[in-house]
């Protein structure tokens, strides 16, 4: 590596680590400002097009912004006051299926106790009460960071308000930004960088698209069948397994284990929990064998677990503002070592051309 790709490379990794510190000071009151960049970056394509219709960029702005927001509120006027009548139900049912689960476990205990030696069955049941006790509280340690480190400090109004805002002021400038940002950037790297925005553009834009309409399908048809079935929470349940699932498998099993444990205390019919079990293994099977291959597709490029990863570790790390920052962060990341690895390969250091043989 020459001394000018190794500034070049000291320079980018300084920018990278001073954007963290920036993003990790502010974290609690960028929610709204990135809320507001991430609807301007999806509306924009739109907002061209309406430009080449012959409408003034100001025009559009303001017609995308204003029906985006009517459709959010109309979205929560309908659905918002019966999924938390919904949840206000599971909330008091939540002692009662404890219980149900307590019981079923002690069931399992006691057969386990009969079929196996009393030591290993006292060495089984300690592990999963440590096993258990230890997720939950990684789980409650995460929520504890979501809620301390995010929306807990930001007022909901600031959120509901400066959002439209800011999504007006950056979907007008946008053109303006970009092009500002592009002026920055090295003249020699100008080329390279371009083409490196435009594979994290395509992998980015291609995954919320592909996974927004994934959630959308699944918690229509969660929320339909559980409904059809009879579950009284079915709705809430539904809606939150299905926009639970931009985390592979979390939204399903969660749904499922939510789900499951309400049919068994609302139901006395072993069909009816079992139908409830089986509109979540369908949607499961759906989702991974025919609306990701053909709404995600191979294109984007973003394997689950490194989703997986990158949401934990963004909502550990940040809080709300880390959830949206994680996928677009995997994606830049995943773009710039695929590129680092392809400049690896062409390297003399992979190569061994016109390097001293080793000693």
Known sequence: MTASQRRSLAFWLIGFLVFLGVVWLLRTILLPFLAGLAVAYFLDPICDRLQRWGLSRVWAT????????LMVMAAFALLLPL???????LVDSAPKLLDVAREKFQVLLDRVNQSVDPNTANQIRDGLASSFGGFGSWIAGVLTGLLSSG?????VLSLIF???????????DWDGFIARLESWIPRNQVD???SLAGQIDDILAAWVRGVALVCVLLATFYAVTLSLIGLKVGLFIGIFAGFLSFVP????????????????????????IAAVAAVFLVGQAAEGNWLTPMLVGEKVDLHPVAVIFALLAGGA????VG??????MAAVIGVLTRYAIQQYLKSQLYTGNDLPPPV
């Not at 303001?62 to 927001?69: I, K």
């Not at 400066?162 to 007008?172: G, I």
């Open 151 to 155: 929306l807990a400090l930001l007022n």
């Open 249 to 272: 498998f979390v939204g399903a099993v969660g749904g499922l284990i939510l789900a499951v444990g309400m049919a068994a205390i609302e139901f006395d019919d072993p069909w009816r």
């Open 83 to 89: 999924a938390l009548h919904q949840l206000g139900d």
């Open 62 to 69: 303001s017609l995308l912004t204003v029906a985006f927001a």
């Open 317 to 320: 790390l940040f809080g709300f």
């Open 323 to 328: 959830l949206l920052l994680a996928v677009p």
């Open 192 to 194: 390279v960088v371009r």
């Open 162 to 172: 400066l959002t439209p805002v800011v999504a007006f002021f950056m979907l007008r």
